[in-house]
């Protein structure tokens, strides 16, 4: 570096990579054609240094201002070289421009991020052919454009059942009613846009008519956090994002999670309890998917903030409404149907895997955990 500081050389690029323990340096400079014999002279240091010196004389083409800057995401367990090779074959094919690949995670997950210019014609069909590829090597591919919109999202809004948590309450209930076969067929049917899900309701609700309300205790305690939860609400509390959840469940669970993982916001539906018993209705209306994207759009200006810096995580049919109002919305091991339409789709076990489309990395995600002393 110094020689290049000597010769009062123009830097225009710098770039510095380390790949198991080896470590790559790069410097792009605008060089005036005498100096071919110094060049020579930087040769040299190589071998005084202990380093292998490199240098080529290219011609730097001017980037094209109206190229459209992309962020290929692709996440594993692993990523397959062959995925790999085929995402990087692609982008060529549609004649976009690498400008950089990095690695976030590479232990539970393995996740490599990829920046590109590419001609704005070319992204609607870029990102099919990459769905495609997605589906040949079982990885998770998303396509976002890079800017201040990806960078700004303050606002995450999280369905609950099969999301946030493991299961679906109203399974677990009507399995102590000893209806859980019948009402979960209906459940699996109404979550994949085949049933309309107020109908759906009324009907797997009546089915618990007469339950004890102590079967709601009893199935609290059943309930876990899908892996990966109180990662991703850490990192995000620390990030300064506001958090809310979203349920056509029922309020006497969702309330518990939002005290228990000190949420923002908790919306769901209220079972009616008479005489100690479900009365197989609900009081008022349910908050099925028109509601829960009314529900995002007041969140978010009642906290300022624009519907392109939302992130909807879900993975039933009634939560696509709000995925289309979000500037990231997300089908989390979502149910056929839904993943067809969904903006994006992540398949992975992780909830917390979501930070990787935000840009985060494993080594950030740890340094969270390791303040916290917890890696629930």
């Known amino acids: 570096m110094d020689r290049v ?11 510095h990579v380390s790949v198991g323990g080896r470590v790559n340096f790069e410097l792009a400079v605008d060089a005036p054609a005498h100096i071919t014999e110094t060049f020579t002279g930087l040769t040299d240091l190589g071998p005084e240094l202990g380093l292998t010196v490199v240098l080529r004389e290219e011609p730097l083409s001017p980037a094209n201002p109206d190229d459209l800057q992309l962020v290929v995401t692709l996440l594993g367990e692993p990523v397959p070289a062959r995925a790999l090779a085929a995402v990087g074959n692609t982008l060529g094919n549609h004649n976009a421009n690498i400008q950089r690949v990095e690695t976030l995670a590479r232990r539970r997950l393995h996740c490599i991020e990829m920046q590109a210019s590419i001609d704005p014609a070319e992204r609607e069909s870029l990102a099919t052919e990459l769905l495609s590829v997605s589906t040949r090597y079982d990885v998770d591919i998303a396509v976002q454009e890079e800017g201040l919109g990806r960078r700004t999202k303050r606002l995450v809004v999280m369905d609950v059942d099969s999301t946030l948590i493991q299961s679906e309450v109203i399974d677990e209930l009507a399995d102590v009613a000893g209806v859980g ?3 979960a067929e209906i459940t699996h049917r109404a979550m994949n846009g085949e049933l309309d899900f107020h109908a759906s309701l009324r009907e797997r609700l009546a ?3 007469g339950l004890p309300v102590s079967a709601l205790d009893e199935v ?11 990662s991703l609400v850490r990192v995000l509390k620390e990030m300064g994002y506001k958090i809310a959840i979203l349920s056509g469940g029922f309020t006497h669970f969702v309330d518990r999670f939002k005290e228990e993982l000190g949420l923002d916001y908790a919306y769901a539906s209220e079972l009616e309890i008479k ?6 209705q609900v009081v008022g209306t349910p908050v099925d998917g028109e509601r829960k994207a ?11 903030i624009r519907l392109n810096q939302v992130i909807v995580i879900g993975d039933g049919a009634n939560d696509l409404p709000m ?3 979000a500037g990231l919305g997300i089908a989390f091991n979502a149910k056929p149907r839904v993943r067809e339409m969904a903006p994006y789709n992540i398949n992975r ?5 979501i930070l990787f489309l935000l840009g985060v990395s494993e080594q950030e995600i740890e340094q969270v955990e390791a303040l916290s002393g917890d890696n629930q």
Do not use: F
């Open 323 to 325: 995925m289309g109002l």
């Open 349 to 353: 076990k992780g909830l917390d895997s």
């Open 220 to 230: 609290e305690k059943r309930l876990t956090y899908t892996p990966g939860t109180r």
């Open 5 to 15: 500081v000597e010769l009062d050389l123009v830097v225009t690029e710098l770039e």
């Open 207 to 209: 089915l618990l008519k």
């Open 275 to 280: 005489d100690g018993h479900l009365t197989g």
């Open 181 to 183: 076969e019948r009402v």
């Open 294 to 304: 009314a529900l995002v759009k007041e969140i978010a200006e009642a906290e300022s």
